[in-house]
């Protein structure tokens, strides 16, 4: 089967006093039907950038889309107008933000807000589109989906309004959805619920998700695929089982181990990754994890690494999987110890 | 001598907003904390778990109940003693950015509670603000910045760093990494330890992250639109969750392993209810997938169930 997405060689730059910021510096994955991708990386790493580069959303002046493709099946993106990328949007790909407060109008009921999409991408009349649009509050699990369609968004809670922001990202029945941190502003038994009906929905509707998220535990609960993006690279990418057991880049590795997890006993230390990220403004020539890298090498620092394939869909950057680089078990089991 | 703290007793602040109503942040909370511990407070936003942090530690005058350190009552304290208590008892902050006074240099930002207590002076204050920022990880030269040159992890620790310059034996920390990175939190929570081992703090961590508070923590209280639902050992809490809301609490936790998704056994509830029009009896009983009758009636009773493991449910009265 056809991808869904591919994104190649992504670069995305905004300019600002000190100079340019390159956000997103050559940036490739794909996302399959019905797969849910997570691109997982700390604030400032990229992932929202990308997410926007995707949608056309990145803003000129300020903001611009260097180099690189987005394909949403087989059709350029990159390449179309303002008012062919604003039929991309909401019809083909369904938008989902961090702050349900924010994304919301709040001067228009609910119910208009989800017609007005049915409208304007699907043309269906007036009493077409307020039927369907109940329908999708139900199907989004909004209780008595009538009265709140007469509704203002203040009226709702935050997981409410979380749940009618699907809604409306899936009014079209996209081909993919963006969901931008979705449940970070939410409670975590807010978060459990709105992971569940993101779940259920791509089982019914076989819709891909790609889920931006700094969570770990977000990751491991929906996400088949994952990338990890660090200062506008991604670092490693591959099925989320597989990254999760056997971790191949040292970022991926702290990451991992800077979480406590739940059978972890109280005496055992977490393992943080020293340091900060580095400025976006100058970024390292090399590796850009390699300052804060427990197993850098001279190399790390000097050229950005090749990708090491280590099955047919996990892959990641680092020095320390080129051939020359000899005894590598033996730096990672030295470099494990000093933390001990 | 007690190894005994700080005492909350019947403790309750509420806020008045408008037309007679109140808000009960923190409705009837009693518990204790014994010296050295970390007392892990969890619940979800809007719960009350940031006022009775600051409640404690006399930020808010309390509506009614009373909270004692070390055995002395902080609404009777006065004068010298009060200020002892003050000195004794500090606050992190969640945000970073904005619980450091932009103008102001980091130095005198710690220098501040220092001077204000008349812990030392001239070279010697100087000197104190210097191996603080040492033991926080950062340089002495750092003194001599503004907070905005700072990094978020590195501004959480020079709040850390004026929390300690008083010397206390006792800090809420409130929500102290919820604003960092992921690989920045394991750096401030180690710190936070390191520190504890050293100078014998005793802790009230305040979060919603429950794998991170029940790491950090020896005991954790559950907290529910104000009121404290459950309080057991962290262990005892995660091996044998008795209150309901608990147990959706931590069925609502994600997995650490994606292999792990299978085996989850979700327990779905609704939405949470307005803190302004509580339920009655229990404030749960509208969500609770165990309610009884008596539940919307009454509130339970918080009652120590089982060897250090309080509870408020009428399911183990």
């Given at each position: 089967?056809?991808?869904?997405?591919?994104?190649?060689?992504?670069?995305?730059?905004?300019?600002?006093?000190?100079?340019?910021?390159?956000?997103?510096?050559?940036?490739?994955?794909?996302?399959?039907?019905?797969?849910?991708?997570?691109?997982?990386?700390?604030?400032?790493?990229?992932?929202?950038?990308?997410?926007?580069?995707?949608?056309?959303?990145?803003?000129?002046?300020?903001?611009?889309?260097?180099?690189?493709?987005?394909?949403?099946?087989?059709?350029?993106?990159?390449?179309?107008?303002?008012?062919?990328?604003?039929?991309?949007?909401?019809?083909?790909?369904?938008?989902?933000?961090?702050?349900?407060?924010?994304?919301?109008?709040?001067?228009?009921?609910?119910?208009?807000?989800?017609?007005?999409?049915?409208?304007?991408?699907?043309?269906?009349?007036?009493?077409?589109?307020?039927?369907?649009?109940?329908?999708?509050?139900?199907?989004?699990?909004?209780?008595?989906?009538?009265?709140?369609?007469?509704?203002?968004?203040?009226?709702?809670?935050?997981?409410?309004?979380?749940?009618?922001?699907?809604?409306?990202?899936?009014?079209?029945?996209?081909?993919?959805?963006?969901?931008?941190?979705?449940?970070?502003?939410?409670?975590?038994?807010?978060?459990?619920?709105?992971?569940?009906?993101?779940?259920?929905?791509?089982?019914?509707?076989?819709?891909?998700?790609?889920?931006?998220?700094?969570?770990?535990?977000?990751?491991?609960?929906?996400?088949?695929?994952?990338?990890?993006?660090?200062?506008?690279?991604?670092?490693?990418?591959?099925?989320v089982e597989e990254i999760f057991d056997n971790p191949q880049h040292p970022y991926t590795k702290g990451l991992l181990q800077s979480v406590p997890r739940l059978d972890q006993p109280s005496?055992?230390?977490?393992?943080?990754?020293?340091?900060?990220?580095?400025?976006?403004?100058?970024?390292?020539?090399?590796?850009?994890?390699?300052?804060?890298?427990?197993?850098?090498?001279?190399?790390?620092?000097?050229?950005?690494?090749?990708?090491?394939?280590?099955?047919?869909?996990?892959?990641?950057?680092?020095?320390?999987?080129?051939?020359?680089?000899?005894?590598?078990?033996?730096?990672?089991?030295?470099?494990?110890?000093?933390?001990? | 001598?007690?190894?005994?703290?700080?005492?909350?007793?019947?403790?309750?602040?509420?806020y008045s907003i408008g037309n007679g109503r109140q808000v009960k942040s923190v409705d009837d909370i009693s518990f204790s904390i014994r010296k050295g511990e970390t007392l892990g407070l969890?619940?979800?936003?809007?719960?009350?778990?940031?006022?009775?942090?600051?409640?404690?530690?006399?930020?808010?005058?309390?509506?009614?109940?009373?909270?004692?350190?070390?055995?002395?009552?902080?609404?009777?304290?006065?004068?010298?003693?009060?200020?002892?208590?003050?000195?004794?008892?500090?606050?992190?902050?969640?945000?970073?950015?904005?619980?450091?006074?932009?103008?102001?240099?980091?130095?005198?930002?710690?220098?501040?509670?220092?001077?204000?207590?008349?812990?030392?002076?001239?070279?010697?204050?100087?000197?104190?603000?210097?191996?603080?920022?040492?033991?926080?990880?950062?340089?002495?030269?750092?003194?001599?910045?503004?907070?905005?040159?700072?990094?978020?992890?590195?501004?959480?620790?020079?709040?850390?760093?004026?929390?300690?310059?008083?010397?206390?034996?006792?800090?809420?920390?409130?929500?102290?990494?919820?604003?960092?990175?992921?690989?920045?939190?394991?750096?401030?929570?180690?710190?936070?330890?390191?520190?504890?081992?050293?100078?014998?703090?005793?802790?009230?961590?305040?979060?919603?992250?429950?794998?991170?508070?029940?790491?950090?923590?020896?005991?954790?209280?559950?907290?529910?639109?104000?009121?404290?639902?459950?309080?057991?050992?962290?262990?005892?809490?995660?091996?044998?969750?008795?209150?309901?809301?608990?147990?959706?609490?931590?069925?609502?936790?994600?997995?650490?392993?994606?292999?792990?998704?299978?085996?989850?056994?979700?327990?779905?509830?609704?939405?949470?209810?307005?803190?302004?029009?509580?339920?009655?009896?229990?404030?749960?009983?509208?969500?609770?997938?165990?309610?009884?009758?008596?539940?919307?009636?009454?509130?339970?009773?918080?009652?120590?169930?089982?060897?250090?493991?309080?509870?408020?449910?009428?399911?183990y009265e």
């Open positions: 089967m056809t991808n869904v997405l591919e994104v190649e060689d992504l670069h995305v730059s905004f300019r600002a006093y000190g100079g340019e910021i390159q956000a997103v510096r050559g940036v490739s994955f794909a996302v399959r039907p019905g797969e849910t991708l997570a691109i997982v990386g700390e604030s400032g790493c990229g992932k929202s950038v990308t997410a926007r580069a995707i949608l056309g959303m990145v803003k000129a002046p300020r903001g611009r889309v260097k180099k690189g493709s987005v394909r949403l099946q087989g059709r350029e993106l990159s390449c179309l107008g303002k008012k062919e990328l604003q039929q991309v949007r909401g019809a083909q790909i369904g938008m989902i933000f961090q702050d349900p407060m924010t994304s919301l109008n709040p001067t228009m009921k609910i119910g208009t807000q989800i017609a007005e999409v049915l409208i304007k991408h699907q043309k269906l009349a007036k009493k077409q589109a307020r039927e369907k649009a109940i329908e999708l509050l139900a199907a989004v699990g909004i209780p008595e989906p009538a009265r709140r369609y007469e509704q203002y968004p203040h009226e709702c809670s935050g997981g409410m309004r979380q749940r009618i922001v699907i809604a409306i990202a899936l009014a079209c029945d996209p081909e993919l959805i963006i969901a931008d941190e979705p449940t970070t502003a939410l409670d975590v038994t807010i978060q459990a619920q709105i992971l569940a009906l993101l779940n259920d929905l791509q089982r019914t509707k076989g819709t891909s998700i790609i889920m931006i998220t700094h969570d770990l535990g977000v990751v491991a609960e929906v996400a088949d695929q994952m990338a990890v993006m660090y200062a506008g690279i991604i670092v490693e990418q591959g099925p005496e055992e230390r977490l393992i943080p990754i020293q340091g900060a990220p580095p400025d976006l403004f100058a970024p390292p020539a090399g590796c850009p994890f390699a300052a804060r890298c427990d197993h850098a090498m001279e190399v790390c620092a000097q050229y950005m690494p090749k990708s090491t394939a280590f099955s047919a869909q996990h892959q990641a950057k680092c020095w320390l999987h080129d051939r020359r680089a000899h005894r590598v078990e033996e730096l990672v089991s030295a470099g494990r110890e000093q933390h001990v | 001598m007690s190894d005994i703290l700080v005492e909350v007793n019947e403790l309750r602040k509420y969890v619940g979800e936003s809007g719960s009350g778990k940031s006022t009775l942090g600051r409640t404690i530690v006399g930020l808010y005058p309390p509506t009614s109940g009373s909270v004692s350190f070390a055995g002395t009552d902080l609404a009777t304290a006065r004068g010298r003693q009060k200020r002892e208590i003050n000195r004794q008892m500090q606050l992190i902050f969640q945000d970073p950015q904005s619980s450091l006074n932009p103008r102001l240099r980091v130095g005198e930002i710690i220098a501040e509670g220092i001077e204000a207590h008349g812990l030392a002076k001239g070279r010697e204050k100087a000197e104190r603000v210097h191996q603080l920022l040492e033991k926080v990880g950062l340089h002495p030269d750092h003194a001599k910045r503004y907070p905005h040159e700072f990094s978020g992890g590195q501004r959480q620790r020079i709040g850390i760093a004026r929390a300690l310059a008083v010397q206390p034996s006792f800090i809420v920390a409130d929500e102290p990494i919820s604003a960092l990175d992921v690989s920045i939190q394991a750096q401030v929570v180690n710190l936070l330890a390191d520190l504890q081992a050293e100078s014998q703090l005793t802790y009230l961590f305040i979060a919603h992250d429950l794998a991170m508070v029940k790491y950090i923590s020896d005991r954790i209280g559950v907290m529910y639109l104000g009121r404290m639902m459950e309080l057991a050992e962290s262990d005892d809490l995660f091996a044998k969750p008795l209150h309901p809301y608990t147990q959706v609490l931590l069925s609502t936790m994600p997995v650490s392993h994606p292999k792990h998704r299978a085996e989850r056994e979700r327990i779905v509830i609704g939405e949470p209810p307005s803190p302004i029009n509580p339920p009655t009896g229990c404030p749960f009983q509208t969500r609770c997938p165990q309610a009884m009758g008596i539940c919307k009636q009454i509130a339970p009773t918080w009652r120590e169930v089982e060897a250090k493991h309080w509870v408020a449910c009428f399911l």
